[in-house]
């Protein structure tokens, strides 16, 4: 694997789902915040479990979209 390889790997693979994800947690507790009346003292904790499981299928999302552009990357581009 050449330096490239190595770099474009980490880039795509594990560098990119990660600022989308910090991106979009930050989107969420932006925009949460701004709605306070979400935040009711009867459905708090199902409320933070809703968004949790939200945050975690949106972290998903991100994985598999990195690696699907990393093999495509690496299918079109690299092997002949």
């Known amino acids: 694997m050449s ?5 474009l790997f980490y880039s795509t693979f ?3 789902p990660l600022f989308i994800s910090l991106f979009l947690f930050s989107y969420f507790l932006f925009f949460f915040s701004f ?9 708090n904790f199902l409320y933070f479990l809703v968004l949790l499981t939200v945050l975690f299928l949106l972290l998903f999302f991100c994985f598999f979209l990195s690696f699907s552009l990393f093999l495509f990357i690496y299918l079109f581009l690299f092997i002949p």
């Not at 330096?3 to 770099?7: D, G, M, R, S």
């Not at 709605?35 to 459905?43: A, K, L, N």
């Open 3 to 7: 330096l490239f390889q190595i770099h």
């Open 14 to 16: 594990l560098l990119f």
């Open 35 to 43: 709605f306070p009346h979400f935040f009711s003292y009867d459905c």
